[in-house]
């Protein structure tokens, strides 16, 4: 796995629960290591056991922990710089989902050996929406859910999530959008101003 997806996993447990929670959960999954470099790789299984780890010791599910990683990563303080790139998809939360189908390619342009599951969004009558989320290790469906979460109510949105099982390695994600202008979007420019 990409460094930077242990990374993540690290600066939420240490910005969510601090320092000597993180330690405990990398005892607790019987890694080494406990400060991930962003730029290296890792066998999958350290992954997986730091998020099973995590959900332990949460006492929550496996899916909960990756939920509120999404939401971390979209939300706190320390990465607002993600955001911020996100809301470059677009003015509306409309145009926000459209440019998912090109996150993977834009991510691989910034870090060359990033594998961000591919991504399809499919629309239909009614503002519904599902967003298919193919890779082959599990639960970036849960991530994402957290990432939408967020960023519905940055742009003032009002939107229904469901996580369903696809086919295959597919996780897929329905999205109703109840009310496009639920309460006022978090304030953002594209440019910046010049003082």
Known sequence: MHGLINRAIQCFVRDSYGRPRWIEITHLAGVDVTDFEAMLHYDDRITLDLLEAVARVQ???RETVLEDIGTYLVSHPNVEALRRLLRFGGESFVEFLHSLDDL?????LAVEDLDLPDMELRAFAGHRFSLTCTHPQPGFGYVMMGVLRVMADDYGALVFLEHVEGAGRAEVI???????AFAAGRQFELGARAG
């Open 59 to 61: 006492g929550v599910p």
């Open 174 to 180: 329905e999205i109703t959008l109840i009310e496009t």
């Open 104 to 108: 993977p390619d834009r991510a691989r």
